[in-house]
């Protein structure tokens, strides 16, 4: 993967994208939803895993058969929205091994403060991705690539629902090497730092909280 932003446009994905943008959908459909399209989401953000061959027995003949090379990829979720995505893409990749990163909003500073941090062993020899459905000032994700890194990782994509050009920016002005994939790139930020016209909060509708 070269490119730094990748737009998923696929028609599935779009359809699906305005269902969830309707105020008027409900939690359980947003919910499903979700699970839908973030298996579209993981297919494109997988496109180009590394390969190798695995010598096997058709019932027919032995073939080298093309098997995903390396250790099992490593799925990070920044809370809590993050879950709502990586339950699809666990149903895609049932044997990655899955991490959690919290961090809140300090009222004072506005920085991103961590409060949990539980993420797989040998990040270092793992493609890592991080997922949240809301890249919006990108403070939480370049906060938790940086933890990341910290850890290890260097092979790192990052995949949100939807984008705000503000948090595009801050990401490739901070982890130029980690590519984003989305399914729309939206206009801008509110005063409040949600994406417009964006789908309002996404934790919320998700799991039905205000
Ligand atoms: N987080 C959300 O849930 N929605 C936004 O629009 C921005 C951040």
Redesign the pocket.
Known sequence: MTDHLTIVNHPLVQHKLSLMRDKDTSTSSFRRLLREISLLLAYEVTRNLAMTTRRIETPMEPMDAPVLEGKKLALISILR?GNGLMDGILELIPAARVGFVGLYRDPETLQPVQYYCKVPDALDSRMTIVVDP?L?TGNSSVAAIDLLKAQGATNIRFLCLLAAPEGVARMKAAHPDVPIVTASLDSHLNDH???VP?L????DRMFGTK
């Open positions: 929205a809301m919006a730092g949600y994406i964006g309002g909060d996404a934790g």
